[in-house]
């Protein structure tokens, strides 16, 4: 191991047992020191915050979390959701909490003023996630819309058409004789 701390000191101490082994083990919780300062400002923004600190974010919100089904990640961009939703809320502000929650493009807000209707269309699979919208959209509309939640896919499907025409020309009367078939000309063609 690199002793760094050994040679900050003069040639003279070098070669004392007793500087080498102390300088050492302050090298050791000088490592510990940086790793502790490190976790401490990562634990003070909630994106990278340890799961320690995620679970005190989560009892100050009073959130019920369950980290057997939700990811580190999920239960870190609900509390971003809950502490940035804070007055005035606009269609554009709750747009961007949708996109920020499901992904951009995975869901759109429509507001129906006539009506007081507002609507959440929306393509999600995660029912948490799904939770999460819903709460932040109940704490946002206000008291005379109508919330609707209308899901949608973006599944493809494909519709094709199939014309047959069949001409048929049969045997007049006076032309049939017995064991005859009726038709004459038979004739299908597809367009």
């Known amino acids: ?3 760094q701390l050994l040679a900050l000191l003069p040639e003279a101490y070098h070669e004392i047992r007793e500087f080498q082994e102390l300088t050492a083990t302050s090298e050791q919780e000088i490592t510990q020191v940086k790793d502790a300062i ?3 400002f990562n634990d003070q923004f909630v994106l990278t915050a340890r799961e320690e600190t ?3 974010w989560e009892r100050m919100l009073r959130i019920q979390a369950d980290p057997s089904t939700e990811t580190l990640e999920f239960r870190r961009k609900r ?3 809950r502490l940035s939703t804070k007055p005035p809320f606009t269609e554009r502000y709750l747009q961007e909490r949708i996109d920020f929650l499901f992904g951009v493009g995975r869901g759109k807000i429509e507001v129906d ?3 007081f209707i507002l609507t959440l269309a929306a393509s999600i699979q995660n029912a948490a996630i799904f939770r999460e919208a819903e ?5 946002v509309k ?7 939640a209308a899901p949608w896919t973006r599944d493809v499907i494909e519709i094709t058409d199939k014309i047959t025409v069949n001409q048929r020309r049969y045997h007049k009367i006076r032309e049939l004789r017995i064991g005859m078939r009726l038709l004459k000309y038979e004739n299908e ?3």
Do not use: F, G
């Open 38 to 40: 490190e976790h401490l």
């Open 189 to 191: 063609v597809v367009l």
């Open 113 to 115: 003023v006539q009506n």
């Open 135 to 139: 709460r932040t959209i109940h704490r």
């Open 1 to 3: 191991m690199d002793n």
């Open 79 to 81: 509390i971003v959701n």
């Open 54 to 56: 995620v679970r005190r």
């Open 142 to 148: 206000p008291a005379n819309m109508e919330y609707v």
